[in-house]
């Protein structure tokens, strides 16, 4: 198994896809704390009212590093759908004829990395956010929830690592395992979240944000929000679920 680990760090780190997505994921969550410092609302029908007067609304900016999970699931999808993709997946294999392990290798590889992009965008979040929240005027912050946030950023974002090496497995063209990822987060679960709106927590992204304790006003957040404990097993549930599909399905599998 270690030597497999060692062999998906040589993978990753022959190409710029780690270097871009890693990018990309801090650009996107440092807008997203921009746009929550300057753009937040008031309470509905007070819309001009200060939202950041709000304690929520203060944790909401410091769970912006959760933005870095839809990277980070990417990531993962590509490491296990590019081996079909370049077709080095027979080579792979061949080599390693428990196809199980190829799988678990990929998984704590990448979930090494999904730990390490998490503590650099807390880390990026936490210095831009205290430096903006200067120039306005916004509740106290309250670090113990900005330091369980952190927690909570390692441990999303590790599973949606192990979520996109499953997916990636389950899904092997990889256009179209990107392509479905992506509209489940942004088109599926926002629109399942607005007219089904118990069910939003219930979703991994729902999941992810009770993690953070990151509030939404479209039905996951709040005091109708799972605990995070409850959050946190319901999404270890979901990657544990995924994993055990792409390992038997892998399993069963014809690779030609």
Request: proline share 3%.
């Amino acid at each position: 198994m270690i030597s497999l680990i060692k062999s998906e760090f040589r993978k990753v780190f022959t190409t710029k896809l780690l270097l871009i997505l890693t990018l990309s994921a801090l650009a996107f969550v440092l807008l997203t704390v921009v746009l929550g410092v300057y753009l937040t609302p008031g309470p509905p029908g007070q819309e001009d009212v200060n939202g950041l007067l709000e304690p929520a609304a203060v944790t909401n900016i410091y769970a912006s590093v959760g933005g870095a999970s839809v990277f980070v699931l990417i990531l993962g999808i590509i490491a296990m759908s590019g081996e079909y993709r370049n077709q080095t997946i027979s080579s792979t294999f061949l080599a390693t004829p428990k196809r199980q392990m190829v799988i678990f290798a990929k998984m704590i590889t990448y979930s090494i990395l999904a730990f390490a992009i998490a503590l650099l965008m807390w880390i990026a979040t936490v210095i831009v956010a205290t430096i903006l929240l200067t120039t306005v005027e916004h509740a106290p912050v309250d670090w113990t929830k900005v330091i369980q946030i952190l927690g909570g950023a390692l441990l999303g974002l590790v599973l949606y690592a192990i979520l996109g090496v499953a997916i990636g497995a389950l899904i092997t063209n990889q256009v179209a395992a990107v392509v479905i990822a992506l509209v489940w987060i942004f088109v599926v679960e926002a629109l399942l979240t607005v007219f089904v709106d118990w069910i939003g927590k219930w979703l991994p992204g729902g999941a992810l944000n009770s993690i953070l304790q990151a509030t939404n006003t479209s039905g996951f957040g709040g005091t109708d929000a799972l605990s995070v404990p409850a959050a946190a097993l319901l999404l270890i549930s979901y990657a544990v679920i995924l994993a055990i599909a792409a390992v038997v399905m892998t399993n069963r599998k014809d690779i030609t």
